[in-house]
C-alpha cells in the first residue's frame, strides 16, 4: 500500500503534511471513498469511526484514509474535521483522487476498499 502511495502528501487532524509511503509502510489500509453531500456517506462515517476506535485498540496497523467526491476543498476539510475519526485524507485536487477510483472501480459512495500492506 505504501507503494501504491509512494510521493502522495497526506493531512492528518492537524492539518500536518505526512508523506503517505512512509506512513502507510506496513500497515493494512482502508481507503474510504465518501462526501459530505451524500446521505448515504454521513449515514455510514460514524460507524466506520466507531470501529476504527475500537480496532486500533488491537491493530494500530489498520489505517483509514478518506479519499474525498468533495466538490470543494471547504466541503473535505469540514467533512474530514467535523465528522471522521483520527485518520488521514487526501487534499483536494491530488490526481491520485481520479487514479485511485479508477484503479478501484469505484462507481458509488460511501464505498471502502481494504489494502493490505504488500
Not at 487532524?13 to 459530505?36: H, I, N, T
Not at 451524500?38 to 470501529?51: G, V, Y
Not at 459512495?109 to 481494504?114: A, D, N
Request: glycine share 6%; aromatic share 12%; charged share 30%.
Amino acid at each position: 500500500m505504501s507503494e501504491l502511495l509512494a510521493g502522495v502528501t497526506l493531512k492528518n487532524r492537524e492539518g500536518a503534511d505526512l508523506d503517505a509511503g512512509e506512513y502507510l509502510k506496513g500497515k493494512v489500509v482502508g481507503l474510504y471513498f465518501s462526501a459530505m453531500w451524500c446521505p448515504p456517506c454521513r449515514a455510514f462515517t460514524p460507524k466506520l469511526k466507531r470501529f476504527f476506535e475500537e480496532i486500533q485498540k488491537t491493530h494500530p496497523e489498520f489505517e483509514v484514509v478518506f479519499v474525498s467526491r468533495d466538490r470543494e476543498a471547504d466541503s473535505l476539510v469540514e467533512y474530514f474535521t467535523e465528522h471522521m475519526g483520527a485518520w488521514t485524507y487526501i487534499p483536494f485536487g491530488n490526481e491520485k483522487i481520479q487514479e485511485l477510483l479508477k484503479q478501484y472501480e469505484v462507481k458509488t459512495i460511501p464505498s471502502m476498499r481494504i489494502i493490505k500492506p504488500n
